[in-house]
């Protein structure tokens, strides 16, 4: 087949600081608020007031921009801007919801800038003769035709926005100059708060006018150098942008009355020199910003398709041309604004854009104070002019200004995040990039471990912590679910396999006997961990596993075995047992039928057959573990006791209801004078899914055959557990 790829192709045309961050995210800051809603910020907060909302929107800002930094500067930052930021710094299931809500408030946010586009063209051209929505419908196209045709197209019309909102500037600085006025200024220094405007009023007001800093970090697909370009173009556009807003609230307190500010009319344009260039500056920062936001929204929804998160949107993932342009979700991107366009009045959702802006700026900051909280060795930023605690404070404040704002679209917002963060998590994708999550997972392991580690052990905080000896768990599978039955979400599971040989002969063996291992845990979905050990001596193997296996407080404190019925292998179970007491670690040992499907329990009651009140502690809190699991819940325990014809089966009684009133266990009692112990426990315990037997290890001579011991046992229906307390439970804790 034929390589059709021109070396145009391999070359894509890409930005630098100030084509492709700086000017975009400016002319967006730039907004219509500057020029329409400013000057009601001034005359209501005065010029002391507007100043401090001034310096709060831009820190919110200036804290957002220094998370962008931090992260941006730590990776190779491809195409998808505040997505790939956050996806491959909180994960996938963050920068999904990022994706989605950014992408939809960048995309009707076309429609709001066009909207404002149309009023100012209608307001200083009234005889067009054309409709609103008409005339709105065409600049969509317009700005459509722009991106469609490239980013690099699209750059170089903004820079003649640029121009024409310096040129703006200059006629509104020069005009409210030659009226400026020290009393008019002193008059307007105080606030002039209303019922209906307060601080906070005020505030909400200014603050979509400073949410713009992101329309830079969206182009970072086509940036020549990302993590340089987009901390100093960003920074540089805060920058400038207060700088201006400074000067231009000045300008209003010292030039123009309250009420003045406080009117209807287009302050800007009265007081500048040439009012017609305000015209120009009102439709340039409303086409600009339609311009940049549909530049970025595409690029974000193409970078969430190529990553496959949602199989139906990789149509978006293909680009065209030599740069890769976005084109099929520019196409998306203008219906989504032409529908707002025909919709009519957006004010109603206007409101939950601001609000995705924020959830964006609040997760980007939160991201960043992961990374840092995290200590993970590979977040190496080169912009190290940050603190986790700062980006903390960003994230909390976006989250209040959200509030401030409007508490009911603040809340629309979170829960509709909230659901499509836990969609996604439920999905369970898989993603090709590392997150934060194992780094925290550390973090937070590390620390609960070294805390352990300090805390003295009481019966109180004992949770069963088992070691597993199933070999190849896949062929012995009953006995990791018992032991992960017996945890029940509230222990820690360890399942173990011995080979033998020498370790120098059998490392790759190991590490491949691992890998099935975790692979089987994986399928299984057992929470569970594999330990593989070489070993020439199996006992030796064992004492190790028993020694080192597990970290602190961590450790196993029982061991699960499975009955062995082969006499070759007695010898190795006695001496296993053995090991086990010596160590003082609790034994378990299950004699199962081994036929059952995974998860299937037997239909009957959770039998215990008391031997001795330390083993029965023991059995006790594993039956309970045992019904703490889903499958096990409908099962009864019932405790059965043979004890001799001529025993005080009163008082017995007696005592066990008080054990169980001080273990706060339920459980039926079932005391049976007889002669033939093993006979009455067979007769009483049907209907039986399983049977809990005490039995003390090493009570025989050395040399006996332990699980001879157990066959009378055995021989009972249904599954028997074997159990010996070390003497470390306590049921009364």
Not at 231 to 246: D, E, H, L, M, Q
Not at 473 to 498: K, M, P
Not at 699 to 719: T, Y
Request: aromatic share 12%.
């Amino acid at each position: 087949m034929t390589d059709r790829t021109k070396p145009d192709d391999l070359h894509p045309r890409k930005f630098g600081t100030f084509g492709g961050v700086f000017t975009p995210s400016l002319l967006t800051i730039f907004g219509v608020i500057m020029f329409l809603r400013f000057s009601t910020v001034v005359g209501y907060a005065g010029l002391w007031n507007a100043l401090l909302i001034l310096a709060c929107a831009k820190a919110v800002s200036l804290i957002t921009g220094l998370s962008i930094a931090s992260i941006a500067t730590n990776m190779r930052v491809k195409g998808g801007g505040a997505y790939y930021l956050i996806s491959r710094s909180l994960g996938v299931e963050f920068g999904g919801v990022v994706a989605v809500f950014f992408y939809i408030a960048q995309a009707v946010a076309v429609t709001l800038y066009v909207v404002g586009f149309t009023e100012a063209l209608l307001s200083a051209f009234p005889d067009m003769g054309a409709s609103f929505r008409t005339v709105a419908t065409l600049t969509n196209i317009v700005v459509f035709v722009c991106v469609y045709i490239g980013a690099a197209w699209t750059i170089r019309i903004q820079y003649f926005i640029l121009a024409m909102l310096l040129l703006s500037f200059f006629s509104f600085f020069l005009g409210a100059g030659t009226g400026f006025s020290p009393e008019i200024l002193h008059a307007n220094l105080p606030a002039h708060w209303s019922p209906e405007y307060g601080f906070f009023s005020v505030f909400a007001l200014f603050f979509p006018a400073v949410t713009g800093i992101m329309a830079g970090v969206n182009m970072s697909g086509d940036l020549q150098d990302p993590g340089r370009s987009i901390p100093r173009g960003t920074f540089a556009a805060i920058g400038v942008s207060t700088i201006v807003y400074a000067a231009i609230a000045f300008m209003f307190a010292g030039s123009v009355t309250r009420a003045e500010l406080l009117g209807h009319g287009f302050v800007m344009k009265d007081r500048a020199f040439f009012p017609s260039l305000i015209y120009a500056g009102v439709i340039c920062a409303t086409l600009s910003s339609a311009l940049g936001s549909m530049m970025g929204a595409p690029r974000i929804l193409q970078a969430f398709a190529r990553d496959n998160i949602f199989r139906r949107l990789r149509w978006f993932a293909r680009g065209s041309g030599r740069s890769g342009e976005p084109r099929r979700a520019v196409v998306l991107t203008v219906i989504i604004a032409q529908a707002g366009v025909l919709a009519g009045d957006l004010d109603t959702i206007a409101p939950v854009i601001t609000m995705f802006f924020l959830l964006t700026y609040g997760t980007v900051n939160l991201a960043c104070f992961f990374e840092g909280r995290s200590n993970n060795p590979s977040f190496r930023p080169t912009f190290r002019y940050n603190h986790w605690s700062v980006a903390l404070f960003g994230a909390l404040g976006c989250l209040g200004v959200m509030f401030l704002i409007d508490a009911m679209w603040a809340s629309i917002a979170l829960l509709l995040a909230g659901g499509l963060y836990f969609l996604i998590a439920r999905a369970e994708i898989r993603v090709k990039w590392g997150d934060l999550d194992s780094g925290l997972a550390y973090q937070f392991a590390r620390k609960a471990l070294l805390r352990l580690e300090r805390e003295r052990y009481h019966p109180k905080n004992w949770r069963p912590s088992i070691l597993a000896l199933s070999g190849g768990a896949h062929n012995r599978l009953h006995l990791a679910e018992y032991a992960c039955w017996f945890t029940a979400d509230s222990g820690i599971v360890f399942i173990g396999q011995v080979i033998r040989g020498e370790l120098e002969d059998l490392l790759d063996r190991r590490r491949e006997a691992e890998a099935i291992l975790r692979r089987f845990i994986l399928k299984e979905a057992l929470p569970a961990f594999p330990v593989v050990i070489v070993e020439e001596d199996i006992h030796a193997a064992i004492k190790a596993l028993l020694q080192c296996q597990g970290i602190g407080g961590m450790r196993p404190n029982i061991v699960l075995l499975g009955m062995s019925r082969d006499p070759e292998k007695a010898e190795v179970f006695n001496e296993t047992i053995k090991t086990v007491k010596k160590m003082k670690r609790s034994l378990i040992i299950v004699a199962s039928e081994q036929e059952r499907e995974r998860g299937h329990v037997p239909e009957g009651v959770i039998n215990l057959q008391w031997d001795c009140a330390k083993n029965v502690e023991l059995m006790l809190l594993l039956a309970f573990m045992l019904k703490k699991n889903r499958e096990w819940r409908d099962h009864s325990i019932r405790i059965i006791r043979p004890v001799a014809p001529s025993a005080d089966v009163e008082n017995i009684e007696s005592q066990m209801s008080d054990l169980l009133a001080k273990a706060r266990i339920e459980a039926e009692l079932l005391i049976i004078p007889t002669e033939t112990p093993l006979d009455a426990v067979r007769l009483s315990m049907q209907p039986s899914a399983v049977l809990f037997v005490g039995f003390e290890p090493g009570a025989g001579d050395a040399d006996e055959d332990i699980s001879s011991r157990f066959q009378d046992s055995m021989d009972l229906p249904g599954d028997v557990i074997f159990v010996y307390n070390a003497g470390d439970v306590s049921v009364e804790a």
